[in-house]
């Protein structure tokens, strides 16, 4: 018999619908139903493509004896973190502080008032490693509950008014400057992998953010050195393993520091971060392989992402079914043995294909397999129509696999960064099929997420909008992709759609004080914590996706209210900047941007002419671009611009300065050089 998530639009919560574990979604009722009973509740938090999280749902939550105590015990709440991660950030914090550590699946003991008493992560069915297992977590917990309730309510207690008290440090409302930037710069030096790409060690993580920083720096000071270290990490990503070298997307991240073997799960805001940073490389540099990896990325999210309302899903999984012994295990689905490549290939291409994508006897990944990566620069491509008749071939042998499981859910924030990404990537490259898939999507951001009064849902799912309200980083990401969207196709609803959005997010998430910025609106669900982290984590933090559309918005527009609170919000990163770079990426590209001015150009004339596309590929950091006919009141750069000896036309300002007009795309180049 279904539980009670039968009904949600999670993908994560549906899996769980049919467990025997009475769960429950994060509600008031829920902790009303736990107050009634006398009893804790239980907090379970993961997302659908999380490994751990489907391992403990077959062990523990399938199972008819855990369910057990579960629903005698506990009032069991189950939540989406990419749904709630208000929720997922308040308890992760609780965590963090108590454990040492974080992750999913997260579990968390509550008492009635959703004050956390117990934590951890995953648990075994069984003792095993020196973890208890989760019967005895179970059984622990509910004795101390019943017989030491008086100690458990004082912990409790404890912690939610320490988690209440903590205040974040945000000593100056000033934007930094050079020198905060330099001794940014000199701390991704120090991190760098030089031998292998990345910063720091293994797990590694693909430092979007960071690559952005870097070739923004380039861009404004000329710092070969950050130039180099954005490109030679973009370039042993896209030859490693993390990279899907058939299919084209990345993968979460590298359980090594060479970047062999990822964890499988592919997300839609790592794909779309990654997209627009090789298209950014692309632009600075001419590389080969950073337009091929930012059209086969693009091409990934469109192919295999996409729903059928036009917007983004959010993950493939990592887990697939093993065609040999029917289990569902990790990288199955990507993986291949020297004798697979055989049967596809016959022996010639095989030792070909063995040959270019580093694949061994003995394999790179387990039981004889191996992910297939570009081990050498240059590798066999004497005869390159072979060796992509081999992709062809295998990319439709690998398609007859079981396909890893898909994320349906649409979130409004990744959806935001995705438009971005394939706006700026289908102008860069004339690929018009690209810009259209972004306008839809940004279609359904606006037709299903947004209301009339210009609030956000963060989740749709088979054109059904969720219950739960965006947080900071859906305004400022949705934001984002519309201020791309006004850029390439010259239409201004898309910069007034982003007003709306930035509107609000002054008035509902912005400290008038201090100029600090929540991850919650005012009005929101009160926590027990109002969270707030202004530091980027697998994507930009609300904090820092707020202060780059802010200051869009206002080059665009001369909102005098939207640069100020951009430059106090990036007063953050003049504290955290210069300490730990590699958290705050993000922030430091926003603050290159206001060092910058960022530039306003304006383009008179045919939208996507020469004119306008050398605009989109001026590196002058954040640069805003307007560009429509004569006399267009579509945006408001475009207010009296007349052509020039009717001819198309480009104006450039900066710091409410501006040059001379030009009709030379050579001349333009050079002023947003």
Excluded at 212 to 225: C, D, I, T
Aim: charged share 25%; aromatic share 8%; proline share 6%.
């Amino acid at each position: 018999m279904p539980n009670r998530l039968a009904q949600e639009t999670s993908p994560y919560l549906l899996q769980h619908a049919d467990n025997p574990v009475d769960w429950w979604p994060w509600s008031a009722e829920a902790f009303d139903q736990a107050r009634e009973r006398g009893v804790p509740v239980l907090l379970s938090v993961g997302y659908s493509s999380c490994h751990w999280c489907h391992v403990m749902a077959h062990e523990s939550f399938e199972d008819g004896a855990t369910a057990a105590l579960m629903n005698e015990n506990f009032v069991n709440i189950k939540v989406d973190r990419e749904e709630r991660p208000d929720v997922d950030a308040v308890y992760m914090e609780a965590v963090q502080a108590a454990t040492g550590q974080g992750g999913w699946p997260m579990t968390v003991f509550l008492t009635p008032d959703a004050e956390p008493f117990y934590f951890g992560t995953y648990f075994p069915p069984e003792p095993r490693h020196g973890m208890p297992s989760f019967p005895q977590i179970l059984d622990g917990v509910h004795r101390a509950w019943t017989d030491r309730r008086g100690e458990v309510d004082e912990v409790a207690g404890k912690i939610a008014r320490d988690l209440g008290e903590r205040q974040l440090t945000h000593n100056t409302d000033e934007k930094p400057g050079e020198d905060e930037l330099a001794q940014a710069l000199l701390g991704l030096t120090r991190d760098y992998d030089a031998a292998h790409g990345g910063f720091g060690g293994a797990p590694k993580f693909p430092p979007s953010m960071a690559i952005e920083f870097l070739l923004r720096h380039y861009a404004r000071v000329g710092a070969e050195g950050a130039l180099q270290m954005a490109a030679d990490t973009c370039e042993r990503m896209a030859r490693g393993g993390i990279y899907d070298q058939l299919g084209g997307g990345f993968a979460r991240y590298s359980v090594d520091r060479e970047w062999v073997v990822p964890h499988f799960e592919k997300m839609l805001y790592d794909n779309a971060l990654l997209c627009r940073a090789y298209a950014h490389l692309w632009r600075a540099t001419g590389s080969e392989l950073a337009r091929r990896v930012a059209l086969e990325t693009a091409d990934f999210m469109v192919r295999e992402l996409r729903t059928n309302e036009g917007g983004f899903a959010s993950a493939l999984d990592a887990d697939s079914e093993d065609p040999a012994t029917g289990e569902h295990v990790e990288g199955a689905y990507y993986v291949w043995t020297p004798q697979q490549l055989r049967d596809v290939l016959g022996e010639d291409d095989a030792r070909l294909a063995m040959d270019c994508f580093g694949v061994t006897e003995e394999g790179t990944f387990e039981k004889g397999a191996s992910v297939l990566q570009l081990p050498r620069p240059e590798g066999p491509m004497a005869d390159a129509s072979r060796l992509a008749a081999i992709r062809r071939r295998l990319l439709v042998a690998r398609a007859e696999r079981p396909a890893p499981g898909r994320d349906d859910k649409v979130v409004a924030a990744w959806n935001g960064l995705a438009v971005a990404a394939l706006a700026e990537v289908g102008a860069y490259f004339d690929r018009p099929d690209l810009i259209a898939a972004a306008v839809r999507a940004g279609d359904l951001l606006v037709r299903l997420h947004m209301d009339p009064r210009a609030r956000l849902a963060r989740t749709s799912k088979d054109g059904r909008a969720g219950a739960n309200a965006g947080v900071l980083e859906d305004y400022a990401d949705v934001s984002e992709g519309f201020l791309a969207l006004a850029a390439v196709t010259g239409e201004g609803v898309w910069l007034e759609f982003a007003g709306f959005l930035l509107d609000h997010v002054l008035a509902q998430f912005v400290d008038a004080e201090s100029g600090a910025l929540y991850d919650t609106a005012a009005d929101a669900e009160q926590l027990i914590r109002r969270p707030q982290d202004p530091t980027d984590n697998a994507a930009p933090s609300g904090w820092t996706a707020a202060a780059g559309a802010l200051l869009s918005y206002a080059a665009h527009t001369g909102a005098e209210p939207h640069r100020t609170a951009a430059e106090r919000a990036l007063g953050i990163v003049k504290t955290l900047g210069p300490r730990v770079p590699r958290f705050i990426g993000h922030g430091l590209a926003v603050a290159e941007a206001a060092l910058d001015g960022p530039r306003e150009v304006a383009v008179i004339g045919d939208v996507l002419g020469d004119l306008h596309r050398t605009a989109l590929l001026g590196t002058a950091p954040g640069a805003v671009v307007a560009a429509g006919p004569q006399g267009s009141t579509e945006l408001p750069l475009l207010a009296d611009r007349p052509l020039i000896d009717g001819a198309s036309a480009a104006y450039v300002c900066r710091g409410f300065v501006c040059g001379a007009p030009t009709t030379n795309p050579a001349e333009l180049a050079e002023q947003l050089s």
